[in-house]
């Protein structure tokens, strides 16, 4: 029920903007500024070499923001990844989205990173508003251990999964010993 608020919420914040012109009006950081009108905590990490804006999200927001996104045309999750960002620091989501439209040679693109704390990294997944994040966020629980809420087969995809520890984190030990065993 919840969810389906959020949801609402999105639709009607989407129509005021396609209503008010703002989506169209604004060149640069269309994104950031929406979300400073409307209150939400982000952190603008500027522009990447082609023009792309990166936004920092808080996790607890980045559901609701997805959706927003979704309706807005991002329908197209070009790339998700993970990284750890410092020894005893946070883990970094990031999330590569695309506006594809018909006849359109340049689309729009917007990079988000959605940080977690290491002691217990926990990020609402987006299976469900782009499936193609099913296999990239199981491969960043494997790699690095960010658990994504909601997500509906998280489980180790590359690591067997009985690996212990996450072998991308800055802070793993590699194992002494590793059992050689037979490719069927």
Known sequence: MKSRAIFQTCIRNVKYLYKEGEMKTM?????SNWLVKHEVVHRSL???HRGIETLQIKAGDWDSIAVILYVYGYNYLRSQCAYDVAPGGSLASVYHLTRIQYGI???EEVCIKVFAQKDNPR?????WIWRSADFQERESYDMVGISYDNHPRLKRILMPESWI???LRKDYITPNFYEIQDAH
């Open 27 to 31: 060149q640069q950081g269309w994104l």
């Open 46 to 48: 500027g522009f990447d």
């Open 105 to 107: 040679d340049n689309p």
């Open 123 to 127: 990020i609402p997944s987006v299976f």
């Open 165 to 167: 520890g996450w072998p």
